[in-house]
């Protein structure tokens, strides 16, 4: 259970000035994980704060991050899987150990020159790398309105398949395509059929997608066989990340029968490089989705007081476009759509608790996506599918230029973030992607 405690008092600051700037993605009350490296260096696990990254593995000789040696072996490793392989109890000790670290009222480390020297650098200075080595990747399909809206293009008159209100719907994803934002895009080759042809034919894909959706990592195993109860699944997930499912729709629209996705999702899927912890999140939990009259409600195993009370995530996704021709008239980068994590169908808990629930084996470093972020309005929509009614409504854009699908040099942002009157706005990053041109036949 993710309490509030005093890492997330709103009036608490941080020595490192940037963490009080307005609009700061990477206040004290956030401290999200991610892995980077200095020039030709190590991988290193740090947090953001500000516009730096507190490196963690320089803290631990000095005792600065407590005496607990599986802490010390976690935080010390080139990626985040020793860290999620650790209780709720010590991650939430080590989330405590650096937020008094950095706080302004405790100057240990801030007038230790040379150690501070060691472990605070300047996000422009560092490469950012895959956070997690993910062993498994599953995407959902949780959005209801995102459902109704592709089922609506297709099936007109039957939008929902009879599964979707008692199932989150997922397919295994290939984890071996996952790349950190900021990595180039290649446009993926592969079969596709017009209506009125005969016989598909093999090129390059068309209709080119981006997907805003919201990844979680899981902590921790389960063994083959056993499942996860719904009431403790939460003590299963480490944190929150922005991902963009890369979707080739021409191929997808193909081959999805009977099987579902396949080649048009699994040539890349970009993840955010910071994972928001559980714990940071605590203020902006709400109630889950609440379901019209007439729907069914989860059978019991889905199915939670607290995760009815508390499941959602009070969050704001964004996709933003950038073209070459913006770009090269200097042009800031145009918001496409802002959605909300918490109108998806299905919370994150009940995502992982069916996953499991036939005994399948969730491992640390496991990552579940959400699926498209989608919401009632036409702003709201975390697609283009869906924005441009599948290319019959092009999104205009400031330079006069109209976008159906995304085309060779297109960047897409996503944004995320979560705020309240009462708390730290805290955010996500950023996860970028710039599409390239796809490769000689």
Known sequence: MNTLDATHDPSLTSWVESAQSDGTDFPIQNLPFGVFRRGRGD??????IGSDVLALTPLVGAGWLGQDAQVHHAVAQGTLNALLELSEAQTRDLRRRISALLSASNGALRDAASQRASCIVPQSDVEMLMPVTVGDY??????????????????PD?????????????????????VVGGTPVRRPWGQQKADDADA?????????????EVGFYVRGDNDLGSSVNIAEAEGRIFGLSLVNDWSARDLQKWEYQPLGPFLAKSFATSVAPWVVTLDALAPFRVSAFERPAGDPQPLPHLDHAVNRNTGAVDM???AWLLTPQMRAAKHEPVRLSRGHFRDMYWTIAQMLTHHASNGCNMRAGDLLASGTVSGPEKGNRGCLLELTWRGSEPVQLPTGEERRFLIDGDELILKGYCESKSHRRIGFGECRGVVVEALPA
């Open 43 to 48: 991988a290193e696990v740090g947090v953001a």
């Open 138 to 155: 599953t995407d959902f399909y949780a959005s209801v309105h995102h459902a109704t809206n592709v089922g609506s293009m297709f099936r």
């Open 158 to 178: 039957n939008p929902l398949l009879p599964n979707y209100k008692f199932i989150p719907v997922g397919y295994h994803g290939r984890a071996s395509s996952l």
């Open 200 to 212: 598909p034919t093999f090129a390059p894909c068309r209709l080119f997608d981006y997907e805003v």
């Open 316 to 318: 704001q996704v964004e």
